[in-house]
């Protein structure tokens, strides 16, 4: 991968992770705001119920940055696009649609197969 490609992917990650962060931000001050106490049991439970869910997303989203900056340090360390398992060059395609991708098209394959089979 040349030098103006793992900028591209930096730029992609870099923005993703903003975009992330501020959803996270306006989720907390939006809690902060909503934090009503209702009389109606109801009521609470509704509220309760929607915050819970807010945060089970902003928790994904947490581990999401996570990934992200593992991703942007293996770009420093130029181990960017790899595979893990085999060490072959992770496409060009595959990683524009999933730039943290850390397994080639047939390990990932392979992955979900036993995936499957422990599930059963």
């Known amino acids: 991968m040349n030098k103006k490609q793992l900028e591209h992917f ?13 959803d996270i931000d306006r989720t907390v001050h939006t809690m902060q705001d909503e934090a009503t106490v209702f009389a109606d049991p109801n009521d609470r439970a509704s509220q309760e119920s ?11 989203e947490r581990k999401l940055i996570k990934k992200i900056d593992e991703t942007i340090a293996k770009i420093d360390a130029g181990d960017y696009g790899y595979c893990n398992t085999c060490g072959v060059e992770i496409g060009l395609n595959r990683l524009q649609a999933r730039p943290t991708a850390s397994l ?3 390990c990932k394959q392979l992955e979900e197969m036993r995936e499957r089979q422990v599930a059963k």
Do not use: Q, T, V
Not at 10 to 22: A, D, I, T
């Open 10 to 22: 930096r730029r992609l990650l870099e923005g993703w992770k903003s975009e992330l962060g501020e």
């Open 50 to 60: 929607d915050m819970a869910l807010e945060l089970r997303n902003r928790d994904r």
């Open 104 to 106: 080639c098209i047939d």
